[in-house]
């Protein structure tokens, strides 16, 4: 007889009402604390995500579940939001940037501590390139890589054409790309 | 995380270290978008926009039922456990007229005014005045059935509510569902909202959005003076109709302490409705027990406040989609409704000593 460790099969939860703001905030705050977190800081992150929930619940009858999920349209809203922090979003990439750079004359004394300085110096680089891209770029970016949507969630989120999504993650991927590889094996 | 390229991994590592959002976190985010929409309450009012406050929003989240109605005590009806066969409702079509006060509304019928008044006659034959002594709570027992809606679908459940109430402007002081304390869990800082919840009682006053005892025992008895005042208190929302968003915060003040309404108070509310625009009257059967069904419409939404006849009491409320647009279904067997609706609700109220009795 065979026998397998898996139970049965996981049934997918349905959506939250748009409607029900607990239910959504208790499905989603997380994921977007995390994005915004990364972006500003927790402090303004908690203001902007706050501020999410706010206007998607005013704004409920204007999500159209038919055009996509719930989760995608409220990084849309969010990131509309982190918009108005860009300056601290910038400012904080730059200074992540610098501190890392402070890494780049020192001399590692050994392997482990090598691989260190390495990282620190890739961190410099990509927080640097990350702070010097155009807004879309970084807009799409981080929802690809951050919050891991597809290319049409992002092109709903943003209200942007599908196209406009490939061509801004390419350009900024390859920047990104460029200043990982500028480092290279030292 | 299912995207390993080194760029995305570089650029989701940043900063260095990040952590995953913590549990303050999430609590201090959700009492900011309560403290939020509390200021924003102040200026514009939506009906449902109360559902923010968390306290209350948990309070509300579902709340529904109906069972065996057994007539007790001043202002309250004892519901037994939800052994209902069936929950039957009739209502009368609204009607192709517009209302003079607010054109977007229909007129009152004269159905709903005369049912008004045989409630308003038979509460101002009360008798019953409940007196708070200190420290005294309101604890509210609510069976109900609600529609968790999902992409235009709603499965309709049983869901138990009890809440003690501060009837310092009714301050949910603790809310379970079932054996479950809804003010437990990760987003829940108790202490922070209810401060923040008596901060805005102080700094507004109280109001139809956060009535206390004395004022319910100052609003006037002169209907049309009545009407004005309940009608101050929600203007300033230009997406529903003035009338919708009093007859919406009325069922929650009947939700929430109908038990503390003095004959004379009862009375003049019931006359007061009686110049609002929109209102129908039903009926709703609860097995073998009649209840009177006042039904408020804006648009595709009514909002239902149950009636005992006999009492001329609050005792429950319910919400209809008179849109067409909102397809239930029910999750049980029991009771069986005629027709299913997005929400039905009634209460039992009782005044007590501490949060730990009921």
Redesign the interface.
């Known amino acids: 007889m065979l026998t397998t460790d898996s139970g049965p099969p996981e049934v997918a939860e349905p959506p939250p009402d748009p409607a029900d703001v607990g239910a959504v905030f208790d499905r989603y705050a997380r994921d977007l604390l995390r994005y915004a977190t990364q972006r500003v800081g927790e402090q303004a992150a908690e203001d902007v995500v706050a501020q999410t929930f706010l206007v998607a619940y005013e704004q409920r009858h204007r999500f159209d579940p038919a055009r996509g999920d719930l989760l995608p349209w409220l990084y849309g809203i969010c990131t509309n939001l982190l918009r108005r922090q860009r300056r601290t979003e910038v400012r904080n990439l730059r200074l992540l940037a610098a501190a890392a750079a402070r890494t780049e004359h020192v001399e590692a004394p050994d392997a482990r501590g090598s691989e260190r300085v390495d990282a620190q110096r890739s961190v410099a680089r990509v927080a640097r390139a990350l702070a010097g891209l155009p807004r879309r770029q970084r807009d799409v970016l981080l929802l690809f890589a951050v919050a891991e949507l597809e290319y049409a969630e992002i092109a709903a989120a943003l209200g942007i054409p599908l196209g406009s999504v490939r061509s801004a993650l390419h350009r900024a991927r390859t920047k990104i790309k460029s200043a990982l590889a500028a480092g290279g094996p030292r | 995380?299912?995207?390993t390229d080194?760029?995305?991994h570089?650029?989701?590592?940043?900063?260095?270290g990040?952590a995953?959002?913590t549990d303050a976190?999430?609590s201090?985010?959700?009492y900011?978008?309560s403290a939020?929409?509390t200021a924003?309450q102040a200026g514009s009012r939506h009906p449902?926009?109360r559902?923010?406050l968390?306290i209350v929003?948990?309070a509300l989240?579902g709340v529904v039922t109906v069972t065996a109605v057994n007539l007790a005590g001043p202002g309250g009806v004892d519901f037994a456990a939800p052994q209902i066969g069936t929950i039957s409702a009739s209502h009368q079509p609204l009607p192709a007229e517009h209302a003079t006060h607010d054109p977007s509304l229909t007129r009152t019928t004269p159905e709903a005014i005369a049912a008004l008044e045989a409630l308003a006659h038979t509460a101002e034959q009360g008798t019953a005045i409940v007196t708070l002594a200190p420290g005294q709570l309101i604890h509210v027992q609510t069976n109900g059935w609600a529609a968790?809606?999902?992409?235009?679908t709603g499965q309709v459940k049983y869901q138990p509510r009890s809440i003690w109430y501060d009837p310092e402007g009714m301050v949910p002081l603790r809310l379970l569902a079932g054996d479950r304390d809804m003010f437990g869990g990760p987003?829940s800082d108790l202490e922070a909202e209810q401060a923040q919840a008596r901060q805005f009682l102080a700094e507004h006053g109280p109001s139809v959005l956060m009535p206390t005892p004395q004022w319910l025992a100052s609003l006037p008895t002169d209907p049309a003076q009545l009407l004005a005042r309940l009608r101050g208190d929600v203007t300033g929302n230009d997406s529903w109709a003035v009338d919708h968003q009093v007859w919406d915060y009325m069922s929650q003040v009947y939700a929430e302490c109908d038990i503390l309404l003095a004959p004379q108070v009862r009375a003049a509310l019931l006359r007061a409705y009686a110049g609002m625009d929109g209102l129908t009257a039903g009926e709703v059967m609860v097995d073998d027990t009649r209840l009177v069904a006042i039904r408020q419409t804006d648009r595709g939404t009514a909002y239902e406040i149950l009636f005992d006849p006999v009492t001329a009491w609050a005792v429950g409320r319910r919400t209809i989609d008179v849109s067409g647009t909102l397809n239930l279904t029910s999750a049980g067997s029991t009771p069986v409704f005629n027709p299913l609706v997005a929400y039905h609700a009634t209460w039992t109220q009782t005044i007590v000593s501490s949060t730990d009795e009921s």
């Open positions: 995380m299912t995207r080194p760029d995305l570089a650029v989701r590592d940043l900063p260095p990040l995953d959002p976190s999430v201090r985010t959700w900011l978008l939020r929409q924003a449902l926009l559902l923010l968390p929003a948990a989240v968790h809606v999902s992409e235009g987003r």
